[in-house]
């Protein structure tokens, strides 16, 4: 098993770890943790991706990493903007 191999599956174990956060309760999908792990998981996917392509996959790991991405500049707007 190569690298890229590897990443991409530790990418999908920080998803399912944020989802089962998520649905046990432990953790917030709207707060900086899951939306990191998230984060982190989808671009360690679309890496192991870009060694063999699939773009259904490499579509929706994008997609995926775009939310996260607006969720945490969410929380930073809002923890700026109730700093001022």
Known sequence: MSLPDLLGIFGVLLILVAYAGATAGRLDPKQWPALCLNLVGALLI??????????????????????????????????SSSRA
């Open 46 to 79: 679309l890496w192991s991706l870009s060694v063999d392509f699939n773009l259904s996959a490499a579509l929706m790991e994008g997609a995926w990493a775009l939310v996260a991405v607006a969720g945490l500049v969410r929380l930073a707007l809002r923890r």
